[in-house]
């Protein structure tokens, strides 16, 4: 819908214009992409945090080129052999690398001022990615497949979810692992990382004895904004 | 009117020292080197893909256990036929968390009834040209179910002693009434391949749902006897693992630990106790920020003094004294 304003005439009156100054108050582009951080942030601990996304693009990448063909695709062809073993691969190094960055966090106590949302939806992430891992392995359509679901199904009915989330039906696990638990760990994975840079890397504990001249305070700074 | 909270110390903007870090160099880094290193494991140890098993090769390899298992669905004895729920309406059936059935309160949502759906209606699409069949057919179902039940266990009994011939199961003569050409009806139809179709195709042309044929194969002991050479039964640590010599998914090492403890691996309830103890464990993570005690811990083990050791070396070096020109 198109009104004309004069310039600098539309200032709160538009939900575009209020979602835009919501957005730059909440993650102004500095805090969003910034080119420096605290100087404690010097581990190597650190960069398990983006290589856990970085094998999520991959697994993201491997899994939409073995879906261009389809699910049967990779049994007959030794290139979607080599996709399958792409997508393989990129998960178990998702996990490792995600695994040493919870634990990581953990010892950090890395939910400390007011952190807590950026360390639950990591864990949600977690476990989301583990179902998403757990219906790839029954998406296979093979021997591996069919023994999986065939176990899983105790469990899941045992606690009445197998009546809704049927581990023997193909067509729902195939639908779960590549459309429905893919968004859930992205769009969980893109407001994990937007908490952490709205919050910032958690600070180190106090230490033993601070001389430094200049210690955290809590007083707002130009970097609050 | 009370004082205005301070915030947190470590919520605090941090006022010490920055150092250049770019994050976007080190994204493409992370992501160059792990695709690389995808491809490298990909091309050295390629993936597993043992083929599906199917009906067809498990009534051809064990044609025995076939209509052994085929028996146990006709009568009423097999796993799926005493179930319970989300599959019939067995009763008793169904695991409790003490006196809670979750798995009966869901209900029956898939309904599979193993005599009709997995015996008697695939055997009913062969009668239009198999009047011997339909026949037999028509004798046990008009039949008391007494009357089945002598049969089926009759021919239960000759099965011990059945020998395989010429595509044949050749059993000792004995009163089995109709079950007897049902049973090689149905192991025919099976090594034909039809079976693995009758079972998954209903009403209509498209089909993705496999819960019958997993279910009746999931029933006989020829399916667990290669999940065993595979390593992957629960006893072995089933889910962790995978078919060959590849990693399956070891992240669920803490769920296939509790099946390998007691009273888990011998209760009657293991899967739905198990499950539980899982989904608290699992809130638990979740919610490490908010459990006092719990999210303590860090900061009684120092290893975060490790992950910060420059840090910390830093801000816990002894001040230099004023230094005196000689």
């Known amino acids: 819908m198109t009104t004309p304003v004069q310039p600098g005439g539309t200032e709160g009156s538009s939900w575009t214009g209020a979602l835009r100054r919501a957005g730059l108050r909440a993650l102004p582009p500095e805090q969003l992409l910034p080119d420096e951080q605290p100087v404690y942030v010097a581990s190597w601990v650190y960069v398990f945090g983006v290589a856990t996304i970085a094998a999520l693009f991959v697994v993201i990448g491997s899994g939409l080129l073995l879906a261009v063909e389809g699910p049967t695709w990779w049994h007959t062809s030794s290139v979607g052999l080599f996709f399958n073993s792409l997508h393989l691969w990129s998960v178990e190094l998702f996990f490792f690398f995600m695994v040493i960055h919870l634990w990581a966090k953990f010892m950090m106590a890395a939910w400390r001022g007011r952190r807590a949302m950026t360390w639950v939806t990591g864990a949600v992430a977690f476990v989301v990615s583990i179902g998403a891992a757990f219906t790839g392995y029954l998406s296979q359509q093979n021997f591996s497949s069919q023994w999986i679901a065939s176990q899983a199904k105790d469990g899941l009915n045992s606690v009445g979810i197998g009546a809704f989330f049927n581990v023997l039906d193909f067509g729902q696990m195939f639908t779960w692992h590549v459309a429905l638990l893919p968004l859930g760990i992205v769009a969980l994975v893109v407001v994990h990382v937007l908490l952490v840079r709205k919050h910032g890397v958690v600070p180190p504990f106090p230490a033993k004895t601070d001389t430094r001249s200049q210690p955290p305070s809590p007083l707002p700074t130009a970097r609050d904004s | ?326």
Do not use: C
Not at chain 2, 100 to 109: E, F, P
Not at chain 2, 136 to 143: D, E, I, P, W
Not at chain 2, 286 to 295: A, D, M, Q, Y
């Open chain 2, 1 to 326: 009117m009370s004082a205005p909270k301070q915030p947190s110390p470590d919520s605090a903007v941090w006022k010490g020292e920055y150092r250049r870090y770019d994050l976007v160099k080190e994204f493409v880094i992370a992501l160059v080197v792990v695709s690389l290193l995808t491809v490298l494991l990909a091309a050295v140890f390629s993936s597993s893909d043992k083929k599906a098993v199917t009906i067809a090769q498990w009534s051809r390899s064990d044609p025995t256990d076939f209509v052994t298992t085929g028996l146990s669905e006709l009568d009423g004895t097999s796993t799926t036929a005493m179930y319970g729920p989300p599959y019939n309406h067995t009763s008793g059936a169904g695991q409790k968390i003490g006196p809670i059935s979750l798995q009966r309160l869901a209900g029956v949502r898939i309904p599979v009834d193993a005599p009709t759906d997995l015996v008697l209606r695939p055997l009913e699409t062969l009668t239009p040209d198999r009047p011997d069949l339909r026949s037999a057919l028509g004798t046990y179902q008009a039949a008391t179910s007494a009357k089945q039940q002598h049969w089926a266990d009759a021919y239960a009994k000759a099965l011990a002693h059945a020998q395989f011939r010429n595509g044949q199961l050749n059993v000792p003569p004995g009163d089995y009434g109709p079950v007897s050409p049902m049973m090689a009806g149905l192991l025919g139809f099976a090594r034909s391949g039809g079976l693995d179709g009758a079972l998954v195709t209903h009403a209509q042309f498209y089909a993705t749902d496999y819960t019958k044929p997993l279910l009746f194969m999931a029933d006989s002991t020829y399916l667990e006897g290669l999940a065993q050479q595979d390593h992957l039964l629960g006893g072995q640590w089933g889910m962790t693992n995978e078919t060959g010599n590849y990693p399956g998914q070891p992240w669920l090492w803490l769920y296939t630990f509790w099946y390998q403890i007691s009273p888990f691996k011998t209760s009657a309830n293991a899967d739905a106790l198990i499950w539980s103890i899982m989904a608290i464990l699992t809130l638990v993570l979740v919610l490490v920020p908010f459990i006092p005690g719990l999210r303590s811990i860090p900061r009684r083990v120092p290893v975060y003094r490790l992950i910060w050791r420059d840090y910390y070396r830093s801000v816990e070096r002894p001040r230099a004294g004023p230094t005196t020109e000689a």
